[in-house]
């Protein structure tokens, strides 16, 4: 169970994902603010405005890759939970993914199930990620 409410960015082309995710973690009762987007773009906008705690991000977005995307927010946020998204599960894309920042990965034809307790997961392990404070609690 968790206890705290997070700031969640959604970055994902596909509408009825970002739904889901946003209905999963409404379940769950942890959002304090929620912004999805459909575009590199407009998250490196949205991420130069607000800090975001969890960060579900898609692996092939159109105007540039999840994995591109990924590295740029690593340049400047180390703390923030990043998730990423993708239909090609391919071991190359987690390894190379978890090398530059992310903390898990989800194939959305089988793990969107999982967006709940992944996050579970991820947030029973504070000390996973030195310097994790929610946005939302300070």
Request: with cysteine; proline share 4%; glycine share 4%.
């Amino acid at each position: 169970m968790i206890n705290q409410k997070f700031n969640v960015l959604v970055v994902d082309d596909f509408e009825p994902v970002r739904r889901w995710i946003f209905h999963s973690l409404e379940r769950l009762g942890v959002i304090a603010n929620f912004l999805e987007v459909d575009t590199a773009s407009r998250a490196l906008a949205a991420l130069a405005e607000k800090s975001f705690d969890i960060i579900y991000l898609d692996i092939r977005l159109p105007d540039m890759s999840g994995i591109d995307l990924l590295r740029k927010i690593r340049e400047s946020n180390k703390t923030s939970i990043i998730i990423m998204l993708t239909n090609y599960s391919y071991d190359q894309y987690r390894m190379h993914c978890r090398r530059i920042g992310a903390q898990a990965f989800l194939d959305k034809a089988v793990d969107l199930d999982k967006v709940g307790s992944t996050l579970e997961t991820l947030i029973a392990q504070p000390d996973s990620f030195p310097g994790f404070a929610p946005a939302s609690a300070v």
